[in-house]
Structure formats: structure tokens, C-alpha cells
């Protein structure tokens, strides 16, 4: 099952926590009332990687996602999704851009 270790309030995970879930995901960061809050980093079962900004439980503000191919997308993101920011290639290529939360190739 999933494992918790770190702060709680009121029964929730608050402050700084280490969450394991079943499948091997984890997070490390920090929460806020149960949910992702403020700085973290999420690491999937399947290798991609998400290290940034998180408000009530979803990307949100600066951070950068990595897949296990070597692809990675830096800038801004709103309410969990890519909004400002680069998509680079393994080699470290530009290989697109969001602006305003819409694709442009590059």
C-alpha cells in the first residue's frame, strides 16, 4: 500500500513529507492540508520526473518534467499543465515552445 513519512495537521500530510504510492511513485516536497504545496519533486513508476512548484496538488509556477528518454520541458505551469516555457530534445535541442499554454514547434 502507500507509505507517508513527514509532517501532519489535523491528520493531513503538512509541511515537508516523503509519500510512496503502491505503484512506486513518489513524492518528496512539501503539502498543505493532504495536498502537494509549495516545493517538490514527483518521481513516476515509469522514470519521468516532475521537480518544481505544486499548488493544491498540481504543477503550478516554475518547474521542469523530464521523461526517461531524455526529452524535458523548463518554464511555467498553471493548474498542472505546460503553459510558458522550452521543450528540449535528449541532446539539448530545442524542440518546441508553449506559449500561453499552446504548442509551437520549434
Known amino acids: 500500500g502507500d507509505e507517508y513519512v513527514g509532517e501532519l495537521k489535523d491528520g493531513l500530510q503538512h509541511g515537508k ?17 493532504g495536498k502537494k ?8 513508476d515509469d522514470g519521468k520526473m516532475y521537480e518544481g512548484e505544486w499548488k493544491e496538488g498540481k504543477p503550478n509556477g516554475q518547474g521542469t518534467e523530464t521523461w526517461p ?9 498553471k493548474n498542472g499543465k505546460r503553459c510558458n516555457g ?21
Open 17 to 33: 513529507g516523503i509519500y510512496i504510492f503502491s505503484d512506486g511513485t513518489e513524492y518528496d516536497g512539501e503539502w498543505k492540508d
Open 69 to 77: 528518454n531524455g526529452k524535458k520541458y523548463e518554464g511555467e505551469w
Open 37 to 44: 504545496h509549495g516545493q517538490g519533486i514527483l518521481i513516476c
Open 86 to 106: 522550452t521543450k528540449y530534445n535528449k541532446y539539448g535541442k530545442i524542440i518546441g515552445m508553449f506559449e500561453n499554454g499552446k504548442w509551437i514547434k520549434g
